[in-house]
């Protein structure tokens, strides 16, 4: 008799089915959904806070939070949206937290030594260009034009109707010089990355959290 092959990539399973096995107990089967939307809601983050600092604690608390409340998942919309809409309401809370002294301090295009390390120069610009956009138009811009998502899930992301995420995003835009919107399209899915050791070090602080909640 052969011995039954163990599955060791589950990357052929939807989101919903690695929902159903965490909600049933598997919590293991959690750090697949970490890994799998990571760069995503790290991206949603930090287009409303400040640095990358504030948005991984932002992403591992969303992840808790998710964690939380997995089981009032229902399927309406699909679980990257829910979860990034989850991540938006954490970023959002994280500002209305922060001191208005930071803002003074840091400046609406302070870039902090992560990216001056990390990023080409391209991306550091391009940062900077959309640290200098109001909130409210940056993240609708960042989910559009970053994340790639289309209007309508934009709209659900942030609980907006659609007809405000155009009128956001032409504003964030039009904020943006020429040149820089031009190569916006050609760079901006290598902004706020998230990948490799980072995704690492923020998906075991989460499997440790969620391995003893309660």
Known sequence: MEPTPVRIDHVEETDNAIVARVVA??????????????????????????????????????WLEVFRHLSQFRGDASFATWATRIAINAALAAV??????????????????DAEVERAEVGVLLEQCLNDIPQGNREVMVLRDVLELDTAETAACL???????????????AAIAAT??????????GIYGFDGARCDRV???????VLREP
């Open 25 to 62: 107990g598997e919590r293991e089967a959690f750090a697949l959904l970490v890994r799998r939307h990571n760069q995503r809601l790290f991206r949603a983050a930090r287009a409303i806070v400040k640095t990358d600092v504030d948005a991984e604690d932002v992403l591992q608390q969303t």
């Open 203 to 209: 998906t075991a602080w989460v499997m440790r959290a």
């Open 180 to 189: 820089v919107t031009e190569r916006l399209g050609e760079h901006a899915r």
């Open 159 to 173: 609980g907006l109707s659609e007809e405000a995420v155009r009128v956001r995003l032409h504003r964030a835009r």
């Open 96 to 113: 209305r937290r922060q001191p208005v002294i930071a803002e003074v301090i840091d400046g609406p295009g302070g870039v902090g030594p």
